[in-house]
């Protein structure tokens, strides 16, 4: 017990050793530079043994473009592969002037190569005010404003898609390659070719990320888009946005302009596209009935029944100047009566409507603020 005590007495600690400043310094210093030297050796041994990533940039596989200069590379990749398949549009038509004359307008655009025999995609919009025009005329340029002027002639357009399909006299061009836009992610990266603010600046390159997916942003389309952070500006219409791997994910259609709204682009997913270009080729713009709303998805009859409100198909929204629009059809209405077929489900009115032909004039029955209305639609083309 004595001996226990006695070995924990403090008189026996060993007195600690006392350093002095400049000893204190002198470790300082070599251990920042024995540090230094180990983050030196481990920089160059990782730059000896990375690979290039501009290999891998176009194969899909372990893709990282996360370094600014690898990220450069990869656009750069991108943009040498897609170019030959982005075309300027330029359409030329007659309009009336101030003073009682016409005087000659001009617009400018983006397009695609659908076939390597000619066949052009765009949007509706950017052939619009050449279409039916008596000196109505448009004009495909494949590699630069001041190359060889293509006269195109329409094969056809679907108006809510905003899609048309073109075809030049050409042979050998280069199809873009379709990326199936189903399997899109937010935040994965993508890449825009066009001509933005006109063909002076063919083949413009910029590039950013999905933002969102299956936006709906205007009244004159029921299309789902991709929404991308990456710059599309007028002229970018009917260009391409694809993916790392060079392939298309949609055709850039429209922009939001606006102080509150810095960065928001959007396109027509590639699946759209592809399903509905195929069938315009196919059917060489076959009449197809349309009137002009969009219908919402949200509200089922149990829905609707729920907040007191009568079954029916519920107007998301209505094009400018279209069938239903003249029609006097507003957002917010519930169409009950469609032809006399009662409208139990959204479903059974998209059928009705395809079933329609244009230039038939339908008997509708809407419901808003508590009351039933009547009205007769004019069944319109959507081509």
């Known amino acids: 017990m004595n001996d226990f005590n006695y070995m924990n007495n403090d008189t026996f600690t060993k007195p600690k050793k ?42 899909g596989t372990n893709i990282n473009i996360n370094v600014e200069e690898t990220a450069q590379s990869v656009v750069e990749a991108v943009a040498k592969k897609v170019t030959p398949s982005v075309v300027g549009i330029r359409t030329t038509s007659s309009v009336m002037s101030f003073f009682g004359g016409s005087q000659e307008a001009t617009g400018d655009g983006s397009g695609v190569v659908f076939s390597a025999d000619g066949y052009i995609i765009t949007n509706y919009h950017v052939i619009s005010d ?26 056809g357009y679907n108006i809510s898609a905003d899609l048309a399909v073109l075809k030049i006299d050409a042979k050998g061009l280069t199809p873009i390659k379709f990326s199936d836009s189903n399997n899109l992610k ?59 791997k060079g392939e298309l994910v949609g055709i850039n259609s429209a922009k939001i302009v606006s102080e509150e709204f810095e960065g928001m682009g959007f396109a027509i997913p590639s699946n759209t596209v592809k399903e509905i270009c195929e069938n315009i080729i196919e059917k060489q713009n076959a009449p197809e009935a349309y009137i002009g709303i969009s219908i919402s998805e949200r509200y089922s009859p149990s829905v609707l029944e729920y907040y007191g409100y009568p079954v029916g198909a519920v107007v998301l929204s209505v094009a400018d100047g279209s069938p239903a629009d003249e029609a006097g ?28 032909s244009p230039g038939e004039k339908i008997a509708v029955k809407i419901y808003r603020s508590g009351k039933y209305y009547s009205t007769t639609i004019t069944v319109g083309s959507n081509n």
């Open 186 to 244: 937010v935040g994965q990266y993508v890449i825009t070719v066009g001509n933005p603010g006109g063909l002076e600046f063919m083949d413009s390159v910029t590039y950013g990320v999905i933002s969102g997916l299956n936006r709906v942003v205007s009244s004159n389309s029921e299309i789902e888009l991709i929404q991308t952070d990456a710059a599309i500006n007028p002229g970018n219409s009917g260009g391409a946005l694809v993916d790392v």
């Open 130 to 155: 050449a279409i039916g025009k008596q000196n109505g005329k448009i004009e495909v340029f494949l590699e630069s404003k001041d190359d060889k002027a293509y006269s195109a002639s329409v094969i």
């Open 18 to 59: 006392r350093y002095g400043l400049g000893a204190v310094l002198l470790c300082s210093i070599l251990a920042a530079v024995i540090g230094a030297g180990s983050c030196l050796a481990v920089m160059v041994y990782y730059r000896q043994n990375q690979k290039p990533s501009t290999e891998n940039s176009l194969s």
């Open 329 to 356: 059809i507003e957002r917010g209405d519930i169409i009950t009566e469609f032809d006399g077929t009662a409208i139990s489900r959204y479903q059974i009115l998209e059928n009705l409507i395809e079933q329609a």
